[in-house]
């Protein structure tokens, strides 16, 4: 069965640090991968996502992700973080050629940013 | 630009009590979905429609009835609510496509006393 991990349920990050967010999934087959966000009070929210397209994938709000088959990851990073960063962040597999309603999510990242 | 619209927001209720929770989506979206999160479980899917008049089980549908009896809309029932059913629920459209993104509403959270 499809599954996906997220790599620690807490990252804590200096504003202007790196952000890597990590998201493993196991499936024989390289599914659609997508990166939600999440911020307190609200329903999550497309970053990015991976169509079979290019690999490096650029999202919105400075992030990208990168889908690598032989590590079966897709992982996510910003260059610079910023306090309004801090979010909980989701990663999602759906199987090609299947539907909405296959879609396994990640137990999330929470991401803070220090000052 | 509404998108996907959950109501009510926030929502009470005694153990054994009944309810329902409202989804409507403007973007005509095929599939829509009911999921409850909980705390380091993601998201959940109880419910889900491909279309009008149809309805499926998702992973985690005991407890709970849907309806889809227009395209547009998606209600998610609690015929006898139980403590364990308190959660924020979150209702999602999405394209047919497995290569499209979901949609979210702002979701409801609903504690069962």
């Known amino acids: 069965a499809q599954s996906v991990t997220q790599l620690g349920s807490h990252v804590s990050v200096s504003e202007g640090a790196l952000v890597l967010l990590r998201c493993n999934y196991s499936?024989?087959?390289?599914?659609?991968l997508f990166w939600y966000v999440q911020y307190p009070n609200q329903g999550l929210q497309l970053l990015l996502k991976?169509?079979?397209?290019?690999?490096l994938v650029k999202g919105i709000n400075g992030f990208e992700a990168e889908f690598k088959k032989s590590e079966t990851s897709f992982h996510l990073t910003k260059p610079s973080a910023h306090m309004s960063d801090a979010a909980e962040y989701f990663c999602?597999?759906?199987?090609?050629?299947?539907?909405?309603?296959?879609?396994?999510f990640g137990a999330g990242t929470r991401l803070f940013v220090k000052a | 630009n509404a998108g996907v619209t959950q109501t009510p927001k926030f929502r009470v209720l005694k153990t054994g009590q009944s309810m329902t929770l409202l989804c409507a989506q403007d973007?005509?979206?095929?599939?829509m979905y009911w999921y409850r999160q909980d705390p380091g479980m993601g998201l959940r899917l109880i419910h889900y429609?491909?279309?009008?008049?149809?309805?499926a089980k998702g992973e985690v549908p005991d407890g709970y009835n849907v309806s889809r009896l227009k395209k547009q809309n998606f209600l998610l029932g609690l015929e006898s609510a139980a403590p364990s059913q308190t959660s924020v629920y979150f209702c999602?459209?999405?394209?047919?496509?497995?290569?499209?993104?979901?949609?979210f509403g702002d979701g409801t959270r609903l504690s069962i006393l």
């Open positions: 499936s024989s087959v390289p599914p659609y």
């Open positions: 991976y169509t079979s397209a290019a690999t």
């Open positions: 999602a597999v759906t199987p090609q050629g299947t539907g909405g309603f296959k879609t396994i």
């Open positions: 973007m005509n979206h095929e599939y």
């Open positions: 999602a459209s999405s394209p047919a496509s497995s290569n499209q993104p979901q949609h």
């Open positions: 429609s491909v279309g009008e008049g149809t309805t």
